[in-house]
């Protein structure tokens, strides 16, 4: 190994010309990036020449104050070495070998009685680990399967023969309900608890179709010797393993084997890697990985199956890849299907890339959704002056006829958006006739006084439909709750779309393109769609109420039959007579008929 003693320069014109890896240091020392060459000296020095346009480039290279190297027999070697180099140290240049999320595992610990449990975290003790399962419902299905077959033990007791011997443990419930066999008081032998283990062992390397057939070996030999009760046990374990096996992904007839995918969409690839154990699919993973330094789909295959081979602790000996590979490996094979099973499985694992593809789509339109959320909600916060974004805004409407039932709406928008389940209707409890002033002070008033007492958020921006005469009454209102100040309100005017400050003369008028401006209308809008909605159902009432219940001799029953029957009082009115004294009676249906159509 050398290392950078006499300058950047000097480092430079010693690089040998043979195979080997360079590693970019910093000011502080500290690795940027590392890989791999034929011919180290000529590979090294492409990122200083004056002619590359890449500014992924020119920004690693302005980062470089050292270069170390290592010399190696062949590209393969260099290749290997790359690999274990950059898992070791991460590089924050390469192409991403580390994956920020934590997979579990199932662990079988190294103990004379194992446990199986699952584990965030892989200790170097000895223990077996199974995984990491991409999808964590899966691996619960797997332990509970486990759990349901076979008498394991959950307890964290040492139970080495020393301690066993001592005599100082005792059953609990698990050997009581038949989960554990009471090994803690050598009720059970450690080499049958093996024997368990090794089966279970079976069945979280994804070897069901093994497992099932030493099951149904025991099974038979148990039925043999008339042991009918313990070849049930095992039949109903076979019949778990097999719904299980079921629920599982078969793909093929095919034994073991991995199928590893890329696709290229401008400067990122999106791959899969699938193992497949006796036919199913055992781990499936997909990613995205970002091309920092324009390196060929090849060579992302090179570094990517080589780690993700050790990160689902894959052992299969032939790997299905979509893209052809200029290289061999000393571990395993690369086979590139054109038809039959294989090409299934490739196709399979395209499907899969591409289903990541438009999942992460979708989020990043999801992200630019709320991305525009938070603009505009900072645009309104702008316009009106707020001090807070708005993130909770209201907006009240009222509605009457000719002074007749008048109601108001309140609308609630969280996020820009409508929160239909925060909306309020108001029956006006006060307002004698068609004073659209004294309805907003007293439903402005209801509102606030409720949140105030139950100690709810009060609202960022309050918005009151009508000039300045409703943003009055409602400003009042906030003054009776000393709310004044504490809540931002504004009025907007229908018909120049003026927005009224309290305390001031003269309105705003905000641009007509204006994102503010248009949820302020949306919000207008739908409260005043809210509120007429309400009050023609009032009114409505108000009609069935005077026309039905005002008849003598018409009591709810008979009303719940018409309506039952007909649904509407218009239809109730152009019933024909037989049909309303089929329901009613004679009489009933003469009444309703006069009092309804006189």
Known sequence: MHQDTGGLKNSLKVLPTSPGIYKFLDSKGVIIYIGKAKNLKKRVASYFSKNSKNFKTKTLVKSIKGVEHVVVDSEKDALLLENNLIKSHQPKYNVLLKDDKTYPWIVVTNEPFPRIFSTRKKVLDGSTYYGPYT??????????LIREIYPIRSCKLDLSSAKVLEQKYSVCLDFHIGKCQGACEQKQSEDAYQYIISEAKLLLSGKTKSLLSVLKKRMDYLAEKYEFEEAQKIKKNIESIKKYSAKSIIVSNLKDLDVFTIIQKDQLFYINFMVINEGSVVYAYSSKIKNLLDQTSEEICAVQIDFLKEKFNSSNSVVLVNETLDFEHPHYRFEYPKRGEKKQLIDLSIKNVQAFILNQRKKEILHTENSAEKRILETIQKDFK????????ECFDNSNFQGSFPVSACVVFRNGRPSKKDYRHFNVKTVEGPDDFATMKEVVYRRYKRLKDE???LPNLVIVDGGKGQLSAA??????????????????AKRLEEIFFPGDSYPIYLDKRSESLKVIQFMRNESHRFGIEFHRNKRSNAAFHSKIEDIEGVGPKTIQLLFQKFKTIERIQEAEITELTKLVGKHKAEVILKNLQG
């Open 386 to 393: 707020l001090s807070a974004l708005p993130v909770h805004m």
């Open 455 to 457: 100690k709810k958020s």
């Open 475 to 492: 400003v009042s209102a906030l003054e009776a709750l000393d709310l004044r100040g504490k809540i931002p309100i504004v009025g907007i």
């Open 135 to 144: 999808s964590v419902r899966h691996m619960n299905v797997l332990l509970s």
